[in-house]
């Protein structure tokens, strides 16, 4: 608790979640699945899909869809990857695959008209408000706020391409971010203007605070 | 407010440290603010068993609760599900005992052998020439229906509908 004190906000210690699922490793540990999901092994296939459907959630969300119809999608993108898994061999190529697919299949969803919420700006109107809490989490939800806030205040492709690449491993950045349209160098393996531009945000809203390291 | 490019010389600059720290922050923020429904990656392997067989797939065509007057304040759910050669209807409505009772119409009517994959072991019924099916008690949780070609004859492909939860 004291290094989140005293520590740069956003570089203090992950203690669930995040710090695991984005070790540099884990593009490795997805194409070894790949390999054993293409020999029919149902639960390599199944470890891939518990590893990448909180990515695809985020893309199908992002892309406007409910939560029901985003559920529907993802169920549609993994039946339909089976269909292609002998012919992606890479993690970058498999996560990029499955992030095109998933966007293109939200905006027939949505094209189809049912049960649509407006998309623009839709995600990021409030930051659901905190129960109540320890003091250490009373701290992170400091720090979600500002982040949130900053957040924010970028351009709607920034948004998304961050959300998304947030939920990507680490190797496949790259890939993610040509998925989305994104630039060659929107980020990976150099830190791109949308991360550039939250970070100078983020150093305005905290008085410089976050980047302190000593 | 929109930064011109000029005060970003940091874009250039590799992923460091702090970048991937920041992500895992963006990470756990959206991952609390919008969360994936736990059991989703669950239903997605439950379905994904059935990769070798040749099936449709049925889209979720429409959903509505109701309540049903004469049984108080418990709620009837009506589900349609269409794939190319088959709309599936089927209709929820609690037991006293805790299970559900579902009954079912296939349109165009016909009679198929129909699977209830479930919590505790499928079951399996006949729709009736009229397309009609009941399954009278069947667990809450997840569950799915597998709509098969109607003989061991026949040739066409089996129906599935996207995991329910009861």
Known sequence: ?214 | MTLPDADLPSADEPLDDSDFGLLGEIRDMFAAADPMPAELPDRIRFLLAFRDLEIEVARLAAEQDELVAARGPEQSRTITFDSTTLTIMIRIDANKDGTVRVDGWLAPAQCREIEMKCAADPLSVTSDEQGRFAFLRVPRGTAQLVVRPAGPEETGRSVVTPALIF
């Open chain 1, 1 to 214: 608790m004291d290094d989140r004190r005293t520590g740069p906000i956003m570089t203090g210690p992950i203690a669930t979640g995040a710090g695991q699922q984005n070790r540099p490793d884990r593009g490795t540990r997805i194409a070894r699945l790949m390999g054993a999901a293409r020999q029919g092994s149902e639960d390599a296939l199944g470890q891939i899909v518990t590893e990448l459907s909180p990515l695809l959630w985020q893309v199908a969300r992002a892309a406007g869809l409910n939560a029901g119809d985003a559920e529907d999608v993802l169920q549609t993108v993994w039946l339909r990857l089976v269909a292609h898994l002998d012919g992606i061999h890479d993690s970058a190529a498999l996560t990029g695959w499955l992030v095109t697919t998933t966007r293109r299949e939200a905006w027939r969803v949505r094209a189809a008209g049912r049960k649509q919420v407006p998309a623009d700006h839709e995600t990021l109107d409030e930051l659901p408000a905190a129960g109540p809490g320890s003091e250490e989490q009373v701290i992170v939800d400091d720090e979600r706020r500002l982040l949130w806030a900053a957040i924010g205040r970028l351009s709607a492709r920034c948004q998304e391409l961050l959300r998304i690449i947030a939920f990507a491993p680490r190797p496949d950045y790259g890939a993610v971010a040509a998925a989305l349209g994104m630039p060659v160098g929107s980020i990976g393996p150099t830190r791109g203007r949308c991360l550039a531009k939250l970070r100078t945000l983020l150093a305005d809203e905290a008085g410089g605070a976050w980047r302190d390291a000593s």
